[in-house]
């Protein structure tokens, strides 16, 4: 059968939903006749939705049983109800939330299943082996990544057991208002970072000399274990020693050398599911990606936390319009005050830059189906389960407990990533609609794509098809269930993500909300 001759399907995500989403590929002509007898007043692309009853002027329209907007004008059934028929509502207002209502049945735990990871020092579990290099400024970055390369080609190979080497380079460290309150941000970020259970507790830095952030103001004594007889090992490009670019050079190298000698020396090791640490996110989102691949990832959220593992979801203005769901979730009213802080500092910071939340939706997410932030934020919600939240990080924090965790970030898929690799993650799953090639060198990124025509078209990107929920072909548990064994594989090092087969790695990107002097 072919795409033109398949049946028309919708996808109504609630029973009092007033629309529903076109599922084929393509879209639907106007004319066409939908099951429950509706004609099509307009064509309809794929994602995009269908009034199923007329709609009055000012009447909300509804999608997952929430007003997603208000008709700007009457809608007639079967016409395309787009961005352009609809007014946003306000965002909800931050009072008189919900606090710890929601009792959630206690899951039976999830036992018996483990992976192959590499045990550190402080007690966390890294499932790749990296040296990684902490830079202090951006100004020393095509130092660093001359002398990378030099590593990999020379001496890598006699370090099998080292997976790679990476180079931790940002855009901060001067020109910075370093002493402003929010200038903590970038500073415990990077200094996070280079804490990640990935890299096995190795940590080398690569300073410029005259840069606001110092050596010892990123990691003072204490910030990461040291033996007794230790110091931070640090490689200054300024100081006197160094005649010449090859000087430099070498010092990194010679530098480097302990570092992937005690690496080589680690092992995996048998250890429970519970020590994996995930990171979701979306990006490239469409109207499937809470039809499809949302709920398998948040399906794999709770397997996850019913195992004993921290999951973390974040993007602050993609929830924001969800969070009276988060605060009735918390475990208790000081998760879910800390939940309402968060999102209160994000609305001063973005309205400081006469934004709001509304600037977050994409001409992607709008040509994918999503109408506004608000629609955008239900299907993101979902990534999280539907399991207790026990927790809540500020951007830069580093998890320290278990279970569900929401880690304030913004939205933006490069500066979410890295805060969620400073957060701990040893694992990151990635859901996209539009489809994007976005990877990190510092964890293995699993790619889950909405549509089976995305996943088709780029099948050799996306590690798992949630497209096959919409085409009837598996059901969210099964995706969900897939994804969490996925996972398992992937940390054990028995297979390698498509992000890492191409080693497609896209920057680190702090999150820097100080003033740049």
Known sequence: MTE???????IRMNDADNVAIVANDGGLAAGTVLPGGITLVDRVPQGHKVALRAIAKDEAVLRYNVPIGFALKDIAAGCWVHERLLHMPQARSLENLPEATRKIEAQEPLAGYTFEGYRNADGSVGTRNILAITTTVQCVAGVVDFAVQRIKTELLPKFPNVDDVVGLEHAYGCGVAIDAPDAIIPIRTLRNISRNPNFGGEVMVVSLGCEKLQPERLLPPGSIALKADEVLDVVCLQAEKHVGFMSMIDSIMASALPHLQRLNARKRETVAASELVVGVQCGGSDAFSGVTANPAVGFATDLLVRAGATVMFSETTEVRDAIDQMTARATTPEVAQAMVREMAWYDAYLGRGSADRSANTTPGNKAGGLSNIVEKAMGSIIKSGTSPISGVLSPGERATTKGLIYAATPASDFVCGTLQVAAGINIHVFTTGRGTPYGLAEVP???????????????????VNAGRIADGQASIADVGWELFKLMLDVASGRKKTWAEHWKLHNALVLFNPAPIT
């Open 4 to 10: 033109s001759t398949k049946p028309p399907l919708t």
């Open 445 to 463: 990124v699993i790619k889950v794509a909405t549509r089976t025509d995305l996943a088709t078209r780029w099948h050799d990107l996306m590690d």
